[in-house]
């Protein structure tokens, strides 16, 4: 095998260097080569049917999978304690195959109203264009469990909200599902697996957008999705895609053939081999680069917020900061680390202090990624957040004189010299 998994045995920040990878059989090349080729030649006829099968292991063609975003799959699989990946070109794309895996036109889900912009966005054209029906609810277990219907084919929620930095109720609401034998997916992108690992507190599927802290300098755009293998799809058949054979594939029977991983069979099939957005080598390349010094940076990415929002705190500009306070019992309970570096900021003096601080800032760049070691601002109302009505945004917690930021891991004295300059 190319890239055995030798995650197993091995603690986070092992993992983070070695999941997934080893050196390369052919030439021994140490770091995972970027396999830049389209495809892959087959030993003769029998072994090219089979893997258009799915039997046997191996590679046919990169739309479906790729030496170099398979090491990624793999390191992310260990990495979440899931039992296996699918590499995409970004989150965005995470989340729409993810729902197009299990629900089709008529079905319904409920998701959190608190949700990144451009899921929020995502969601409401598939309800409107095909007819995959979003239920709103908040991210709490009443809410979510007082949404759910005998319809409801999933539920959809983010562990730590972008852009408020807001912790939710991961263990709360996994009750609730469970109960229902509904799966929960997570949006796990600000928290990543160094904060905080959701299948161990009930999650069924997880995604990320890798192009923020898990690339963590600004050089990618790419995404994954991982199955948690915990979900029962034999028991339920209202998930034709992972519990009905394809007839177009021998007749398959996903849940008999991957009972660990049906789910992530599926959303390969009908997601990479069919849809087609697939990662590419190279950002697979960027992202496994970044992994590998996670747990590090995250570590300093929570250590800056907390010092930039405790300094806005207190500064008389500013009327609320909304990143949760490191001693709050419900954060230390399910992130002891920290919750990340992604909160909001409102200044008291409306939509013309905003713009003040943004032009005068030099060391923070005005811009919408997250997650980057340089430290990010951007004005949510009219750039992420653009497509809400104002009264949505307001109950969100974004208004015009809301600024978001993603703290980086620069010197942290400087970063409260520059904001200083810019409040004053
Ligand atoms: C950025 C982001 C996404 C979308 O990811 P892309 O890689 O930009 O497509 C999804 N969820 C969250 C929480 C994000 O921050």
Redesign the pocket.
């Known amino acids: 095998m190319l890239f055995p998994d030798m995650s197993d045995h091995f603690r986070f920040a092992t993992q983070v260097i070695h999941a997934g990878t080893s050196p390369h059989k052919g030439t021994g090349a140490r770091v995972t080569p970027i396999f830049h080729t389209n495809g892959f030649v087959f030993n003769d006829l029998e072994h090219g049917a089979d893997l258009f099968v799915l039997k046997g292991k191996g590679f046919t063609y990169s739309r479906g999978s790729n030496p170099t975003t398979a090491a990624f799959e793999a390191r992310m699989a260990a990495l979440e304690g899931g039992t296996s990946a699918i590499a995409i070109a970004?989150?965005?794309?995470a989340?729409l195959v993810i729902l197009l895996t299990l629900c089709e036109s008529g079905d319904e889900y409920v998701a959190s109203r608190q949700l990144?912009g451009?899921?929020l966005g995502l969601l409401k054209r598939m309800d409107k264009r095909l007819g995959i029906k979003v239920i709103w609810a908040d991210p709490t277990p009443e809410s979510i469990a007082a949404a759910i219907t005998p319809k409801t084919k999933a539920v959809l929620i983010?562990t730590i909200v972008?852009p408020t930095g807001q912790v939710v109720d991961l263990t709360g609401i996994s009750r609730v599902t469970k109960a229902v034998n509904v799966p929960l997916v997570v949006?796990n992108?600000?928290a990543t697996p160094a904060l905080l690992r959701p299948f161990e507190h009930g999650a069924d599927i997880l995604f990320h957008?890798?192009?923020?802290f898990l690339c963590g300098s600004g050089t990618a755009?790419?995404?994954v999705i991982i199955d948690g293998g915990s979900f029962n799809w034999v028991k339920d058949t209202r998930y034709p895609l992972i519990s009905e054979p394809w007839e177009d594939y021998d007749d398959i029977l996903l849940t008999q053939s991957f009972p660990d991983k049906a789910f992530s069979m599926a959303a390969r099939l009908i997601g990479l081999r069919e849809l087609g957005p697939g990662l590419s080598p190279t950002n697979a390349f960027l992202i496994l680069m970044g992994i590998e010094t996670l747990p590090l940076r995250m570590q300093r990415h929570c250590d800056n917020a907390q010092k930039i929002a405790a300094y806005l705190r207190t500064h008389p500009a500013v009327d609320h900061v909304s990143l949760p306070d490191s001693t709050d019992e419900h954060v230390k309970k399910l992130c002891p680390k920290g919750s990340g570096s992604i909160f909001v900021a409102t200044l008291k003096g409306g939509l013309p202090a905003a713009t003040r601080l943004l032009s005068r800032l030099k060391l923070f760049s005005h811009l919408v990624n997250?997650g980057e070691s340089r430290s990010l601002i951007c004005h949510p109302a009219t750039t992420t957040h653009k497509q809400m009505s104002e009264a949505e945004r307001h109950g969100f917690g974004i208004d015009p004189g809301t600024l978001r930021f993603s703290i980086g891991l620069e010197n942290p004295e400087d970063l409260i010299k520059d904001l200083e300059q810019g409040l004053k």
């Open positions: 970004s989150g965005q794309s989340l990144f451009g899921s983010e972008n949006d992108t600000l957008s890798a192009s923020k755009i790419g995404g997250i």
